[in-house]
């Protein structure tokens, strides 16, 4: 330690008498320094700002780190039935509640000329509508905009001839839709690099003005400003924060399904011991990965595999924008049957609106099966009896509950939705192209680390990524000792 206090001394020595060595060579002695702001001091606040915001976009490019993001909602469909959290756009920043949605790439919001967009929220949330006029960073994304040619790609947008817009227009599975022209502004995020906070961080973003909205989006009992899509897609949030070295091409979240809900949503790798990985189905839109077979009590069900592969828009998808889970009649038929033979004994089932229900007068946990979902790879996904069912209603004070999967006829499809995916760590490793999870408690702390797993460093989180808990800042102690050390080092020098 003395020898290394030693070698400090002697670099600050050689730095005091640089000067003076330089000058001896004939050099110049002193530096000359340049005003940037004008002597008249005549330079607009706007300036200042945005010279500062292109230095902080350098710093943050050079640190790279842990973008978070608040998680509220829930999973049921008889409080919430979607996850949802909250970003600021524009300059001045103006929040937007948005749900949290992998099974799309573009991040939209309601505009402000939008016609037929709920005006309130049964969410007890404010809604906000974007205005391009009322942002000093905002611009409309044109056709000849090199951007536009991301949306373009995956057929979501092409150009009004009239205006020279870069518009899109998006279908859901559910039927709803929304239509408007993409603006590129400013999204402010808080970064966490190392154990420091970096708040009030920002980016260009492209994103979606939404002019009109169709099917459920325009219901307000569960209304929020728009969709935050987390798909692969060049025209996706986590693609553009990548391309412009800000974040890793990772996320994760962890979906709290009791309690009120919530939960953790990263850009950012989540460390668990307990993860297993799958490879991702290549060249596909959507998040889809290779179910093998099903598993109830350990026995796998007698379902033909070709039932879950994936080819011509079939396959199964995680989806964080699906409230339930859906299985292929193939695959539901004997998926209900081994849960109903299994519970025969116990329980009282009955069919309520075409879905197989269970009269219980105990806890779930104790008489429903467990369930495992198989995956390439050899990884399995664990499901508890509230993984697959759903508590509907109580009928003279015996709780009834449903089997939460649903069926969908003449299709190959399975998509695993937030019932499934709630109370599990998720990690979408873009660039090792895999997804992985662990059973979780979603209400704890976890550890992040700022790249994939080929990566870097660890980012250990003590807290849960809120304003309450994030990582402090350095100790003022080390600044401390580093001007004791500093001074020390000049008066050796001056005894040299």
């Known amino acids: 330690m003395a020898a290394a206090l030693v070698t400090v001394y002697i670099l600050i020595c050689c730095l005091l008498l640089l000067p003076a060595a330089v000058s001896s060579f004939g050099f110049p002695a002193a530096l000359k320094l340049e005003r940037v702001i004008p002597a008249n001091h005549e330079m607009e606040l706007s300036q200042l700002m945005a010279r500062d915001k ?54 939209w919001v309601s505009c402000a000329s ?32 090199q951007r536009c040619s991301w949306g373009i790609q995956s057929s979501d947008s092409g150009c009004s001839v009239q205006n020279n817009l870069c518009a899109y227009t998006f279908q859901y599975g559910d039927g709803s839709g929304t239509s408007g022209f993409y603006v590129s502004d400013v ?10 906070l970096v708040p009030n961080s920002t980016a260009q973003v ?34 553009q924060l990548a391309s412009q070295g800000l974040a890793p091409r990772v996320f994760s979240h962890c979906l709290k399904g009791e309690n009120g809900g919530g939960g953790i949503l990263v850009l950012g790798e989540i460390v668990e011991p307990n993860m297993v990985f799958t490879p991702l189905v290549p060249s596909q839109p959507h998040y889809n ?36 889970a859906y299985l292929s009649e193939a695959a539901y038929v004997p998926f209900v049957e081994a849960i109903t033979n299994a519970v025969s004994q116990s329980v009282r089932p009955v069919v309520s609106k075409g879905n197989q229900c269970y009269v219980i007068a105990t806890s779930v946990a ?31 004070g015996t709780a009834v509950w449903c089997i939460g999967f649903q069926r969908i006829q003449n299709q190959g499809i399975t998509i695993l939705g937030d019932l499934v995916l709630k109370d599990k760590i998720f990690v979408y ?30 980012y250990v989180n003590a807290g849960q990524f809120s304003d309450n808990a994030a990582p402090q800042k350095p100790s003022m102690d080390i600044v401390g000792n580093t001007l004791i050390l500093l001074l020390m080092g000049i008066n050796l020098c001056n005894f040299a």
């Open 366 to 396: 104790d008489i429903f099966p467990p369930v495992s979902l198989n995956f390439a790879g050899g990884a399995s996904m664990f499901l508890n009896p509230q993984d697959y069912l759903i508590q509907q209603n109580n009928v003279g």
């Open 206 to 239: 492209v994103f979606g003005c939404s002019t009109s909205q169709t099917g459920d989006l325009v219901k307000s009992d569960r209304a929020v400003d728009g969709i935050f899509g987390f798909g692969q897609q060049g025209m996706s949030v986590i693609s």
């Open 54 to 107: 292109a230095r902080h976009g350098r710093l943050l490019q050079s640190l790279g780190g842990v973008i978070d993001f608040p998680v509220d909602g829930t999973f049921d469909p008889f409080v919430v039935g979607l996850y949802y959290t909250k970003l600021r756009l524009g300059s001045p920043p103006k929040d937007f509640y948005v749900q949290v949605d992998t099974g799309s790439d573009v991040l």
């Open 187 to 196: 999204l402010q995020f808080d970064m966490i690099v190392g154990s420091s």
């Open 289 to 324: 990965v290779n179910l093998l077979s099903i598993s109830v009590n350990g026995q796998p069900l007698p379902i033909n595999p070709a039932v879950f592969s994936t080819s011509n828009g079939q396959g199964t998808i995680i989806d964080t924008g699906t409230t339930l």
């Open 429 to 458: 490793d873009l660039v090792g192209q895999r997804i992985g999870w662990a059973n979780y408690d979603c209400s704890m702390s976890v550890n992040v680390s700022a790249t994939s797993s080929s990566g870097r460093s660890e």
């Open 114 to 145: 939008c016609n037929g967009c709920p005006q309130t929220s049964g969410l007890q949330i404010q809604l906000n509508f974007f205005d391009p006029g009322n942002s000093v960073t905002a611009t409309p994304v044109s056709c000849s905009d």
